[in-house]
């Protein structure tokens, strides 16, 4: 249904888009894991852009391959090692191929990544891809080249993605980069670095020349939307240290929202992720204000247990998340929710588990992202929690969760059914070339019989008559 995570057994995808007629180079740029790592692989191909490349599908006729690499669960990583070695016979063939790993596994695994995989000439973090001109420079000088230094600054506010095999019509862009939650099992605090916001005016920008290119939506990009920050610079720490001015024209997440909002009132916006602890009402108070504000809002929750959010260090307890779903509600009827949730935590008895099947229940989430805790080199929880769970239990609490987001899944799904829907067309279904793939504000994937007149962008009323756990099935009103 949604595309938030690459299923990890699945290669990453390679995007192309047509760029500079004059560049010679060819670049061959994988992305692996989150939405975030997708958006940062258009930066980098707009800087290499600049450099001479242009990218291609063709692993085959590259100059340069790039994977922008994900390291939240240990199988992400294993799938990373996995294509690198693929590209052994590539190298052997043409010795002036230059092989760099990008992103999170960057980060994590630093120099290491050149002594473990010979295959790796290059290794940069994700605050560093400006450096890549220079870095690919010193490996033509015949050196390995390396940057994985964070920053606390650095939001690529003034690049220009290059918009890499998207469909024309969707797209992402960043808001905040780095997370400063530090959840105990997680990673990315370690691999991006603290949070930062970048300008607003930047992401109007960017959205304003995206409208005007064609685009329909944006989703609004972080690890943390709601805790987006601008005061006039600086990062959000410091925000005590701020001006009485700065402090009251600070612009939050929900002004932003406004903002994009009510400047492009033809687009469509989403965001994600959201943080239940920095969520605030007004968000949700946005989307009944703003119709072009989607109805839907991706709220992880990792666990229903107390016991489990506080070893977690997640900044909020079930009843606060519970609260803050009825209030949401109440505010917007119609609203939809996806949650994120790890099976088998560290210490997670049975009533814990019991606790997570009762709190999706209560919430009814659409849809889910669900995973069985993997244990993280250098975590607070590696270091001090004992990954106790057995591996058949995490297996089977995993399959409990899923079974049961299937059938809330289905459930939502059939409250749509007999009901109008406003969808964005955004191609063609997969499955039936005569159908379009189309999805209504709740993110639901509809399709329907395609008529003529109608486009890749258009927004249409269908008629939903039917659905699957995963699709609704309409026809055009
Ligand atoms: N705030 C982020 C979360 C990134 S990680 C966002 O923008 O979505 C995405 C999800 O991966 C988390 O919500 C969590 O459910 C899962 N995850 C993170 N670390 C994990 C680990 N060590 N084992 C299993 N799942 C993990
Ligand atoms: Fe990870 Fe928690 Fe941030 S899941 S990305 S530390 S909100």
């Known amino acids: 249904m949604q595309e938030k995570y690459i299923d990890e057994t699945k290669q990453g995808e390679a995007y192309a888009s047509a ?257 239940p602890q920095d969520m605030s009402l007004d968000v949700f108070r946005m989307m009944t204000k703003y119709p072009n504000i989607c109805k839907y809002v991706h709220l992880p929750v990792q666990s229903g247990s107390n016991n489990m959010l506080k070893a977690m260090n997640r900044q909020h307890t079930r009843e606060e998340y519970l609260e803050l779903v009825k209030q949401a509600k109440a505010i917007v009827p119609e609203i939809a929710f996806s949650q994120d949730l790890i099976a088998g935590f560290c210490g997670e008895t049975e009533e814990d588990h019991q606790d997570t099947l009762s709190l999706m229940r209560e919430v009814e989430y659409d ?27 995490k297996k089977r609490r995993l399959q409990e969760i899923i079974e049961l987001q299937n059938e809330l899944s289905l459930k939502r799904m059939k409250t749509y059914v007999g009901k109008n829907h406003e969808v964005l067309i955004e191609g063609t279904s997969k499955k039936n070339e005569n159908q379009w793939k189309a999805r209504n504000t709740q993110n639901a994937v509809v399709v329907f019989d395609k008529m003529e007149g109608q486009n890749i962008g258009d927004l249409v009323t269908v008629h939903v008559y039917d659905c699957t756990q995963g699709t609704l099935l309409g026809k055009t009103v």
Not at 27 to 47: K, P, R, T, W
Not at 167 to 193: H, K, S, W
Not at 367 to 393: C, L, Q, W
Request: net charge negative.
């Open 367 to 393: 849809y889910g992202y669900m995973f069985a805790y993997s244990e993280r080199p250098g975590t607070p929880a590696h270091k001090k929690m004992e990954d106790n769970v057995p591996p058949e239990v």
């Open 19 to 275: 760029e500079k007629p004059e560049n010679t180079k060819k670049l061959f740029l994988e992305s692996y894991g989150c939405q975030m790592n997708f958006s940062d692989s258009e930066i980098v191909a707009s800087i290499l852009n600049d450099e001479g490349y242009n990218t291609t599908l063709n692993v085959e006729e590259a100059d340069l391959i790039l994977l922008n690499t994900c390291s939240i669960r240990e199988k992400a990583e294993q799938t990373v090692r996995n294509r690198l070695s693929s590209f052994n016979h590539l190298k052997k063939n043409k010795p002036s191929l230059t092989v760099g790993v990008l992103g999170c596994m960057a980060e994590r695994l630093k120099t290491k990544f050149l002594e473990e995989e010979h295959l790796v000439d290059l290794v940069v973090g994700p605050d560093a891809y400006r450096d890549l001109p220079n870095l690919l420079k010193e490996i033509e000088d015949g050196k390995d080249a390396i940057n994985v230094i964070l920053s606390k600054e650095e939001t690529y506010a003034d690049i220009s993605p290059v918009r890499l095999g998207g469909n024309g019509v969707t797209a992402f862009v960043t808001i905040t980069r780095g997370c400063d939650n530090m959840c105990t099992f997680c990673v990315v605090p370690f691999t991006r670095g603290r949070e930062r916001s970048r300008d607003p005016h930047s992401i109007l920008e960017e959205c304003k020349e995206l409208w005007n290119n064609g685009y329909k939506e944006v989703t609004l990009l972080g690890q943390n939307v709601d805790s987006y920050l601008w005061y006039g610079g600086g990062p959000k720490k410091d925000f005590d240290k701020a001006s009485d001015l700065q402090k009251a024209t600070a612009l939050r997440f929900a002004q932003l929202l406004e903002m994009v909002a009510k400047e492009l009132p033809g687009l469509r916006i989403r965001f994600a992720t959201s943080n």
